[in-house]
């Protein structure tokens, strides 16, 4: 049986969806599929959210922009939206149990020198950290209760 899909969106798919993919993936165990697209993908993954996520010890140097439809005929259980402009975009999918929209910040638009900017996609990571990992407690334990009642 194929572990259920969470798909992450934002508008872009460059820097916030592959920021929480690469956090909730880490935080997750191999009973979760995650994965993140767009809906107008930007066809590249930011090189500062690389940078950044190597930092902590994540890769997601292997990530693409992906569009939203690619996963349609997916069994999508949780789409989780990180930004305001997906979340009015974003259609049901077949199966779809669970929405969530938590948006932050994007980092893209951070101006001035590299560290400057590095400074906000850390800030920007972090923040989406804290809520991802509080997410993915939740889901580990909601398993463990469903598998040992």
Not at 5 to 32: M, Q, V
Not at 51 to 70: L, R
Not at 73 to 82: A, H, K, L, P
Request: charged fraction near 20%; glycine fraction near 8%; aromatic fraction near 6%.
């Amino acid at each position: 049986m194929k572990p259920p899909t969470i798909l992450i969106l934002c508008t872009g798919n460059s820097c916030r969806s592959h920021l929480a993919e690469g956090l909730l993936r880490a935080a997750l165990d191999d009973n979760f599929r995650v994965v993140s697209a767009g809906s107008k993908p930007s066809g590249y993954v930011h090189p500062l959210s690389i940078k950044a996520m190597a930092e902590i010890g994540i890769d997601i140097s292997g990530h693409h922009s992906k569009h939203m439809d690619e996963f349609l005929t997916d069994e999508v259980r949780t789409v989780i939206t990180v930004c305001g402009n997906a979340d009015q975009a974003c259609p049901i999918f077949p199966g779809q149990m669970n929405r969530h929209h938590w948006g932050f910040d994007d980092p893209a638009h951070a101006t001035g020198t590299e560290e400057e900017q590095m400074a906000v996609f850390r800030r920007v990571r972090d923040e989406i950290a804290r809520v991802f990992q509080a997410y993915a407690a939740g889901l580990l334990d909601a398993a463990k209760v469903h598998d040992h009642p």
